[in-house]
């Protein structure tokens, strides 16, 4: 069967579109390819900085014939309808039409539409300029002449040239011929811009691929991936050293090359002095570069770096490691310069003593003194909640009130939530935010701050993602559970709150942040309390508490179901006041317990036996006694779930004052037999008012000794 080969050969792609872009280029022409009843056996995607390429293997030389039947209306409708049923079907009159006959429904009028097949080729022509005009780039641009004409050509570099091929193996495959804007396709690309920029004429992908590896290009982006990878170790190893890797920076550098060449740099010593996480940011923002450690050492850095070119140069690569050098030095000579403005004085402290007295700081200390300018300065948080400083104000007496509930030492507290934003008015962060809380924890550990204070500086943003440990330290607890808090509730007074997919301000990472820090530390908290209370920092925002809560709970609900819960347990544990996320959980885990065992199930069998039969009884007003009289009962399986009812009634309730849910689950599943013999032995709806309305009353009470524990109506099973 023919393969096709298609090639977009461009300008430069930005490296951080590259592998969405290709991936979008195969879905959009397979699905087109199958849309328009071709079929093939595989396709895969390539892409370069300079070209994205496909390969799809096996496609059908042509659609299948296509026969259908269009029912119509009667041979008797109104002519409005024989007429909408002519543009359907696409006829031009209704003689074209032919009449069928039912039994039941008369004569109708049936359209017998053919459709001959069509070759590939002419679906491929057809399907690809339309696919280049639609491509969804984040960002395209117009080029050239045409590029003042309305609807012209854009793309995210100016397109080049067009390989498009098609054909069996055992034949010389043709060139699908078609034109976009000028561009025209054909068999014809091109090599390495600098070591074989000349014309490469091409038949297939094998041949293809073949052809751009001896022209000094490797079309597999993996395969790029693994070569800078495995050479950067050995350069590393074979100077002492051990490379840092970085599989994001890997990932992009692979986009900036097509023939990649790994060389080593260097920078003075002296630059070492800078933390090693500003040293690797400043490498790797501004020249792609991975840091190298000496052999077996963790912590520190070496004055190594490695770098990809994209050519062989003739000098190895001498000329432009030397150039590389020259940018980082003057890179980490700007990074040395924030490093040492942060641990010295500020030029405005004297207009900082207000905002020092307010947050008890010491201004003989760097931190404390740009927590002060940060006040000082009114930076916004944002427009309608007010200053940082007023929020670390509000985080802080949050923090406060937290601080005994988590075990935390209040005064700990106090100060790592002081002290938690003040990273924010340095250099370093100002330079690269990504290091804010890293370098709060540095700077903190600089000047002499307990460990849990420095700490929580940098802990207190966690979790940022689901796969982001949790702080497990006290303080850091106590000051990140405030922080999300307070950012939850602020949003929630100014209704600002998640809609769709929309989260601009990352409510939900927020949320589950509490959940996981309560359930993963096994936390206590009443979250209606601690919601009022920060709520009381806002006008008019207490009233939103049961919706803040409600969003929490489908928080819980996420995280539990990727722990593997079954989601029905957990809406049976969930009511609306439920404030106590690790009591949700304990019980959760308490009930899936109890029904993996056999005893389990067939006591939920029961229970919602009793259930239904009692929910229908109210629905028809059926009359159910206040409470069981036990001089009612005729049958001896009566007085046995009555007595059973009793005790694990008594049971459920001890064990679930003492939270042992547990033991909750395990005193209900002594119902299970008497449950099962009742509705074998005893007919609920007796003929006597009195004894039915008494049995429905004993069902009553099955239902509200489980719904103790759990409501066993919302359990599949």
């Not at 793309?155 to 804007?181: H, K």
């Not at 692979?254 to 920078?267: A, H, I, Q, R, T």
């Not at 940011?281 to 850095?301: M, S, W, Y």
Request: aromatic content about 6%; hydrophobic content about 45%.
């Amino acid at each position: 069967m023919p393969d096709l080969l298609l090639e977009l050969r461009s300008e430069e792609i930005p490296a951080r579109m590259q592998r969405k872009a290709a991936g979008d280029l195969r879905k959009m022409l397979t699905d087109g390819l199958v849309e328009a009843g071709l079929t093939y056996e595989a396709a895969r995607e390539y892409w370069t900085p300079r070209r994205l390429a496909l390969d799809i293997r096996g496609l059908t030389a042509r659609s299948k014939d296509i026969r259908e039947e269009i029912k119509g209306p009667s041979t008797t409708a109104p002519e409005q309808a024989v007429q909408g049923f002519l543009r359907k079907a696409g006829l031009s009159s209704i003689a074209e039409a032919h009449v069928h006959s039912d039994p039941k429904k008369g004569d109708f009028y049936v359209a017998h539409i053919s459709k001959p097949g069509r070759a590939a080729e002419e679906i491929i022509a057809e399907l690809v300029p339309g696919i280049i005009k639609s491509f969804p780039w984040p960002k395209s641009m117009r080029w050239g002449p045409a590029s003042a004409k309305p609807g012209s050509l854009r793309w995210v570099r100016p397109l080049q040239s067009i390989v498009c091929t098609f054909g069996p193996e055992t034949e010389e495959p043709v060139v699908v011929d078609f034109e976009i804007d000028g561009v025209h396709s054909g068999n014809i690309t091109f090599g390495h811009r600098f070591h074989a920029p000349g014309p490469i004429s091409v038949r297939r992908f094998d041949d293809y691929s073949a052809k751009l590896e001896a022209a000094k290009v490797v079309l597999d982006a993996d395969r790029r991936k693994e070569i800078i990878l495995a050479d950067a170790r050995n350069i590393a190893f074979a100077n002492g050293l051990d490379l840092v890797e970085d599989e994001g920076l890997l990932e992009e550098v692979s986009g900036l090359v097509e023939w990649p060449v790994v060389l080593m740099g260097e920078f003075e010593q002296d630059y070492l002095t800078i933390p090693a996480e500003v040293i690797r940011l400043t490498i790797r923002a501004n020249q792609k570069c991975f840091v190298t450690r000496p052999h077996g050492v963790a912590e520190d850095l070496s004055n190594r770096f490695i770098l990809v070119a994209n050519i062989e140069a003739k000098d190895g690569g001498m000329e432009i490691a030397y150039g590389n050098g020259k940018v980082v030095r003057a890179r980490l000579s700007d990074a040395l310069y924030f490093w040492k403005t942060d641990q010295g004085d500020l030029p405005d402290l004297d207009q900082l003593r207000e905002s020092a007295a307010k947050f008890e700081l010491d201004l003989k200390k760097p931190l404390d003194q740009r927590m002060a300018r940060l006040d000082h300065l009114n930076v916004t948080f944002h427009a309608k909640l007010g200053t940082q400083g007023a929020r670390v104000e509000r985080i802080k007496r949050l923090a406060e009130e937290l601080a005994p509930v988590v075990g935390a030492d209040a005064a700990l507290v106090v100060r790592a939530a002081v002290l938690a934003k003040a990273d924010l008015q340095t250099e370093v962060v100002g330079e690269f935010p990504e290091l804010q809380g890293a370098m709060g924890r540095k700077y903190a550990l600089l000047q002499g701050e307990h460990p849990s204070v420095a700490a929580t500086a940098e802990d207190h943003y966690k979790p940022q993602g689901p796969s982001d440990r949790v702080p497990t330290d006290t303080v850091s607890v106590a000051v990140a559970l405030a922080d999300k808090l307070d950012t939850l509730t602020g949003f929630w007074a100014i209704d600002e709150k998640p809609t769709g997919s929309k989260d601009p301000f990352a409510l939900r990472r927020a949320a589950l942040g509490v959940v996981r820090i309560l359930v993963e530390n096994r936390i206590r908290l009443g979250l209606t309390s601690i919601f009022a209370k920060a709520f009381a920092n806002f006008c008019g925002g207490a009233g939103q508490t049961s919706d803040l809560l409600a969003f929490f709970h489908d928080r819980l609900k996420v995280y539990l179901r990727d722990q593997g819960a079954r989601y029905d347990l957990i809406d049976a544990v969930i009511t609306p006041q439920s404030d106590d996320l690790l009591q949700i959980v304990r019980r959760v885990e308490a009930l899936g317990s109890l029904l993996d065992t056999e005893g389990g199930k067939n006591l939920l069998a029961g229970t919602k036996r009793a259930a239904n039969i009692l929910a229908a009884e109210e629905k028809k007003k059926t009359l159910v006694a206040e409470a069981v009289e036990p001089a009612l009962f005729r049958e001896n399986a009566e007085k046995k779930l009555f007595a059973a009812v009793n005790q694990a009634e008594k049971e459920a309730g001890q064990a679930i004052q003492n939270e042992d849910f547990s033991a909750a689950m395990l005193s209900l599943s002594v119902l299970r037999e008497p449950v099962d013999s009742f509705f074998e032995g005893v007919l609920v709806n007796d003929e006597d008012q009195a004894v039915r309305a008494n049995r429905l009353a004993l069902l009553a009470r099955i239902r509200a000794a489980t719904d103790q524990v759990a409501d066993f109506s919302k359990i599949v099973g």
